[in-house]
């Protein structure tokens, strides 16, 4: 059973950065497609990015537009750790932000197409 472990979060001030690590163990992450969500308080599930299985050629990527520009998703070079760089934070991006592996090569950015999800690392966001 893929489990899954992040890492990485904290508080910031307006305008700084965090990247956020996703790993895995009992199985293989490269073989998945990963994506990293968040719920901030009192809002649902968001997704923000993910990119795709490393079992194909071609790695793709999508960002929602909340955060595209900001974050950037990508992999160690064994593909077994997964990386989020969120640079220029706002307030609005505090949450809990999750990883979560798919089993799909590329599902995107749906979460129904997501099998496995780790507990999440709190992000804050405050001057």
């Known amino acids: 059973q893929l489990q899954l472990v992040e890492s990485g979060g904290g508080f910031v001030q307006p305008g700084g950065s965090l990247i956020l690590s996703c790993a895995a163990s009992?199985?293989?992450?490269?073989?998945?497609?990963v994506g990293w969500f968040r719920r901030a308080p009192g809002k649902d599930l968001e997704a923000l990015a993910y990119?795709?299985?490393?079992?194909?050629?071609?790695?793709?990527?999508d960002y929602a537009d909340s955060v595209k520009g900001r974050f950037t998703i990508s992999r160690d070079f064994t593909g077994n750790v997964v990386y989020l760089t969120m640079n220029d934070l706002k307030p609005e991006d505090t949450a809990v932000y999750s990883c979560?592996?798919?089993?799909?090569?590329?599902?995107?950015?749906?979460?129904?197409?997501?099998?496995?999800w780790g507990q999440g690392t709190q992000v804050t966001v405050s001057s």
């Open positions: 979560a592996a798919s089993q799909l090569v590329r599902p995107g950015l749906y979460l129904s197409d997501y099998n496995y």
């Open positions: 009992g199985g293989t992450l490269a073989n998945f497609a």
């Open positions: 990119t795709s299985s490393m079992t194909v050629t071609g790695i793709t990527t």
